[in-house]
């Protein structure tokens, strides 16, 4: 049976280290226990908890130690990590310019402001069709053809933007069927005399 001795000493292991696993092995206990004294014990768990949180600020001064060695080494990479995450001057100015600003929030006076997001989704779907229409053209320009889906069903006029890769790879693998702007189909000739 587990004594308060035994969990005492789980206690001061998790101190070191604040790794559950780590304080479980050196005390012989197994991580389940552990968990289930956390949960029958209140007092333990505290105890617990604090412990870990001890351990891990222990590990971090021992991280921050060991990088203050690799500074005074002048270890390029230790500067610019101890540079970059301490000093606002060398900080990562990586900042996106993006606000996203739903329609019904923006105020009425900014009539002629930033497009929203529905704005936008809006003017895609309205200006759809004269997009597929250019698109058509530009597939077809040169004897170009359209195949069918790959369920072999047509692509509509509206789903041309959708299957675009599709076809134009499906143009480039066939290209050699294309000659002057002539599609010899191999499938309509008749073959019967």
Not at 42 to 60: D, L, P, T
Not at 162 to 177: C, L
Request: hydrophobic letters at 30%.
């Amino acid at each position: 049976m587990i004594d308060e001795a035994t969990k005492d000493k789980l206690i001061v292991e998790l101190e070191k280290n604040g790794n559950i696993s780590i304080a479980c092995m050196k005390i012989g206990v197994n991580r389940a226990t552990y968990y289930r004294w956390k949960k029958e014990d209140k007092n333990f768990m505290k105890k617990a908890n604090q412990s870990v949180k001890y351990g891990r600020e222990n590990n971090c001064d021992l991280g921050e130690h060991a990088l203050m060695l690799k500074v005074k080494a002048q270890d390029l990479n230790a500067i610019k990590y101890l540079l970059g995450h301490n000093s606002p001057r060398y900080k990562n100015k990586q900042n996106s310019n993006v606000v996203i600003v739903h329609k019904k929030e923006l105020p009425n006076i900014i009539d002629n402001g930033p497009k929203t997001f529905e704005d936008i989704m809006t003017d895609y779907e309205t200006n759809g069709e004269e997009r597929a229409k250019q698109l058509l053209n530009s597939l077809t320009e040169y004897g170009g053809q359209i195949p069918n889906k790959p369920d072999g069903t047509p692509i509509d006029l509206m789903e041309l933007l959708k299957y675009e890769a599709y076809i134009r790879n499906w143009q480039e693998a066939n290209k050699d069927k294309f000659e002057h702007g002539i599609v010899i189909d191999l499938d309509s000739i008749d073959t019967e005399d």
